[in-house]
Nanobody, 127 residues
Framework: QVQLVESGGGLVQAGGSLRLSCAAS????????TGWFRQTPGKEREWVTA????????DYADSVKGRFTISRDSAKNTVYLQMNSLKPEDTAVYFC????????????????????WGRGTQVTVSS
């Protein structure tokens, strides 16, 4: 069983930055494709970004492209989400998700594509 723990959320002013971390309790997190999703009350969970098992492939939702960067540190079994130029509309609970596999990149932007989820971390951007 894979456990994912997000951290790094908080309150920031518009235009500011935060870095979220997703730490995995597995021997080799690089066996997993990893994504970030976000959700606000009353809305469906929204895909934000994904990174493949070796970090060579990344993809972003249009709403965050150019502002957010996903990366992974294999030595630390951790995936990061660097969020810059934050906007009030980025306010949400951010979830990390993972799916084992090396040939699963074609399915990365839906919550049903992932098998393991963290509990989320709150990001609040004030105007």
């Amino acid at each position: 069983q894979v456990q994912l723990v997000e951290s790094g959320g908080g309150l920031v002013q518009a235009g500011g930055s935060l870095r979220l971390s997703c730490a995995a309790s597995v021997r080799t997190f690089t066996d997993y494709q990893t994504g970030w999703f976000r959700q606000t009350p009353g809305k469906e969970r929204e895909w934000v970004t994904a990174i493949n098992w070796n970090g060579r492939l990344t993809d972003y939702a249009d709403s965050v492209k150019g502002r957010f960067t996903i990366s992974r540190d294999s030595a630390k079994n951790t995936v990061y989400l660097q969020m810059n130029s934050l906007k009030p509309e980025d306010t949400a609970v951010y979830f990390c998700a993972a799916k084992a596999g090396f040939e699963v990149w074609g399915r990365r932007a839906s919550d049903v594509d992932y098998d393991y989820w963290g509990r989320g971390t709150q990001v609040t951007v004030s105007s």
